[in-house]
């Protein structure tokens, strides 16, 4: 994925917001629902850009669980 958006090994990829630490995992293409290119700013303090890939639906990402 890195080499097909342009991205060195310097750039990191996330899944769901987690980072993804071990080179030898596998992410299968029918579990991904969105990827997003990570500009970085203050607010997340990247230093350089990076991938997230999301396989949780736009309304499974935030939803907080109320009792």
């Given at each position: 994925?890195?080499?097909?958006?342009?991205?060195?090994?310097h750039?990191?990829?996330?899944i769901d917001g987690?980072?993804?630490e071990n080179k030898n995992y596998r992410i299968a293409l029918t579990g991904i629902t969105e990827i997003?290119?990570?500009e970085p700013d203050k607010a997340n303090g990247?230093?350089?850009?990076?991938?997230n890939?999301?396989?949780?639906?736009?309304?499974e990402r935030y939803?907080?669980?109320?009792?």
């Open positions: 994925m890195k080499k097909f958006f342009g991205f060195g090994e750039n990191k990829i996330y987690y980072l993804l997003e290119i990570i990247l230093k350089n850009k990076a991938l890939i999301w396989t949780l639906s736009k309304n939803s907080e669980e109320t009792h």
